[in-house]
């Protein structure tokens, strides 16, 4: 009699062994279609993007990130607080600078500042610093759908 009842209990443990990869396939499609679903629901996230350049360049700079679907961009002059020596010793030419503040994507942030970083090594007088600070969150959802460029999504929708 005991191993009549080993049988059956190994029996119902190939059973289940079985129907496991019936339900792992059922879940793995769930999950899946819940991926989906979020990534088309979502919010994309925003990123700050600094970038410090010469005062000269900084249309040029600003048009360039233009082409990264960034719809806001603030410039503001800046100087810098090294003494004549000290830039000479670092190899800056003039401590007049200008600050872009930019919004962008941040599944755009990297392409952007790799285009930042060819930028700086390639164009003459072209050296500056870029670096990006993420944000946690955008107050009113028009406001959020301008700065992330999803206007042309809402209306596709309408």
Do not use: W
Request: positive net charge; charged residues 35%; aromatic residues 6%.
């Amino acid at each position: 009699m005991p191993e009549k009842e080993n049988i059956s209990t190994q029996e119902k443990q190939e059973k289940h062994i079985r129907r496991i990869p019936i339900r792992g396939r059922l879940k793995q499609r769930l999950q899946n279609r819940k991926e989906d679903a979020r990534a088309n629901l979502a919010p994309r996230k925003l990123k700050l993007l600094v970038t410090i350049v010469n005062r000269r360049k900084a249309e040029f700079y600003a048009d360039l990130l233009q082409s990264f679907e960034i719809n806001m961009q603030l410039l503001m002059r800046g100087e810098g607080t090294a003494n004549s020596e000290m830039r000479h010793l670092l190899g800056l030419e003039d401590n007049e600078k200008a600050v872009i503040f930019s919004l962008v994507r941040a599944d755009k942030a990297d392409a952007a500042l790799e285009t930042l970083e060819e930028k700086f090594r390639t164009v003459r007088d072209g050296k500056g610093i870029a670096y990006t600070v993420p944000l946690s969150s955008v107050v009113g959802v028009a406001i959020y759908s301008f700065l992330s460029n999803n206007r042309m999504a809402r209306e596709e929708k309408k």
